[in-house]
């Protein structure tokens, strides 16, 4: 367990819906990362917060948009769903921005229909 | 910015028998590396990783991995496979600079430990 809790673990939805995903970083860990996991395109970086500002941005598309709460969890939004958004969402954690060790969360399975 | 390639995407291997995952890297500045294992259905969990020092890094399951500035490798072996090893690999790489946050992954390397 590597103490990064991400809420819900699946979620079915239909195109064109909308659905927030939530990340619970490890106690202490100010910094938290997204990633999408797709059979073509692999583990890719999303967006990443610390402390509550957006830090680096990475593949993430205009229709998502994420963001980080005074509690330090985090939001993933996902607007206008597409087939091709289904994949497992993973959030990670780490002490400070610039840091070695990312600890992941198990995920969140999306699947649009 | 950086990419990995991890060559094989799928390995099989017998019980107890040897086995190397190979990773190779670009990148224009200095590196961090990292081996990730996804178990089914579960999260990564980080392996071993590479900051300095020491270019052969090993982990608490008996994987080690050596850094190869020169061949711009970060390859993971085992002398002896269990059954319990059965996953997907994942090779990261980030920069060692500043203002450099994520990592970049690997296409993930599948493990299959045969009986």
């Known amino acids: 367990d590597s103490g990064v809790t991400q809420t819900p673990k699946h979620l079915i939805t239909a195109t064109g819906q909308r659905v927030t995903l939530r990340c619970s970083p490890r106690s202490g860990d100010l910094s938290v990362y997204w990633y999408q996991q797709s059979l073509d395109q692999g583990l890719q970086f999303l967006i990443q917060y610390y402390n509550g500002e957006e830090r680096a941005k990475g593949n993430i598309l205009e229709r998502f948009s994420a963001q980080q709460f005074p509690d330090l969890h985090s939001e993933l939004n996902l607007s206008s769903l597409e087939l091709g958004d289904s994949a497992l969402y993973f959030c990670?954690?780490?002490?400070?921005?610039?840091?070695?060790?990312?600890?992941f969360g198990p995920g969140t399975r999306l699947t649009v229909l | 910015a950086q990419s990995v390639t991890q060559l094989d995407s799928q390995v099989p291997v017998f019980e107890e028998a040897p086995v190397e995952l190979r990773c190779n890297y670009s990148?224009?500045?200095?590196?961090?590396l990292f081996w990730y294992v996804q178990y089914p259905n579960q999260g990564l969990q980080l392996l071993l990783k590479y900051l300095s020092g020491s270019t052969l890094v090993e982990s608490i399951n008996g994987f080690e991995a050596e850094f190869n500035k020169s061949q711009t490798s970060f390859h993971l072996r085992k002398p002896s496979v269990h059954i319990s090893d059965t996953a997907e690999y994942f090779c990261?790489?980030?920069?060692?600079?500043?203002?450099?946050?994520?990592?970049?992954f690997g296409k993930g390397t599948k493990l299959s430990v045969i009986p």
């Open positions: 990148s224009s500045v200095s590196v961090y």
């Open positions: 990261a790489v980030k920069s060692a600079g500043a203002g450099s946050y994520q990592l970049t």
């Open positions: 990670a954690s780490s002490p400070r921005p610039v840091v070695d060790t990312q600890y």
